[in-house]
């Protein structure tokens, strides 16, 4: 059975960082693409990064310059550094693994990221 487990979650004072895990059981974990989503309160979920098997990273607007993502193949971790943080990253970060043309597409339960003074 697949998992994928968040870890890194937390409090920080805005302008904080932190930095967000994700270790997955896949034995093919370099073949997925990988991302970090987030939710608050009310809102839908949305992307905030995605990294390719290749290391091709893509961010979204709100991020940019403030995030990295990155993977650690050998170990089936993928990261979210958070730099800069803001009380609108207040949110709940998901992990996702995806490979679109075999349908296969996993979620993690998620960790919180609470950004306030």
């Known amino acids: 059975q697949v998992q994928l487990v968040e870890s890194g979650g937390g409090l920080v004072q805005p302008g904080g960082s932190l930095r967000l895990s994700c270790a997955g059981s896949?034995?093919?974990?370099?073949?997925?693409?990988m991302g970090w989503y987030r939710q608050a309160p009310g809102n839908q979920r949305e992307l905030v990064a995605s990294?390719?098997?290749?290391?091709?990273?893509n961010y979204a607007d709100s991020v940019k310059g403030r995030f990295t993502i990155s993977r650690d193949n050998a170990k089936n971790t993928v990261y979210l550094q958070m730099n800069s943080l803001k009380p609108e990253d207040t949110a709940v970060y998901y992990c996702?693994?995806?490979?679109?043309?075999?349908?296969?597409?996993?979620w993690g339960k998620g960790t919180l990221v609470t950004v306030s003074a």
């Open positions: 990294i390719t098997s290749g290391g091709s990273t």
């Open positions: 996702n693994a995806r490979r679109v043309v075999y349908d296969m597409d996993y």
């Open positions: 896949l034995s093919i974990f370099s073949r997925f693409l």
